[in-house]
Nanobody, 122 residues
Framework: QVQLRESGGGLAQTGGSLTLSCAAS????????MGWFRQSPEREREFVASISWNSGNTYYTDSVKGRFTISRDNAKNMVYLQMNSLKSQDTGIYYCAAATTLTTIVNRYPYWGQGTQVTVSS
């Protein structure tokens, strides 16, 4: 079973950038699909991006395509979310998660971090 811990959240201006990191431990990181999700008082937890175990396949929700990039470094047990051209609508708590298949469905990710707050000023 893998444990996940996010970092890198904070405050950014509209149009700015932030990079989120997720460190994994306690499992075989390279065998997992990794995903990023976000949640706010206005929205239930929603899919943002995912990446296959070998980085060969990525998927993004339409609202972040062209702005966000998910990547991973299996040697370091790390996954990243580079967020550019930030909008106020990107504000929320961001969670990293691990799954056994490439999916956008929240309930198919059994392992979750505690989240990191991202706030984008309007």
């Amino acid at each position: 079973q893998v444990q996940l811990r996010e970092s890198g959240g904070g405050l950014a201006q509209t149009g700015g950038s932030l990079t989120l990191s997720c460190a994994a431990s306690g499992g075989t990181f390279s065998s997992y699909v990794m995903g990023w999700f976000r949640q706010s008082p206005e929205r239930e937890r929603e899919f943002v991006a995912s990446i296959s175990w070998n980085s060969g396949n990525t998927y993004y929700t339409d609202s972040v395509k062209g702005r966000f990039t998910i990547s991973r470094d299996n040697a370091k047990n790390m996954v990243y979310l580079q967020m550019n051209s930030l909008k106020s609508q990107d504000t929320g708590i961001y969670y990293c998660a691990a799954a056994t298949t490439l999916t956008t469905i929240v309930n198919r990710y059994p392992y979750w971090g505690q989240g990191t707050q991202v706030t984008v000023s309007s």
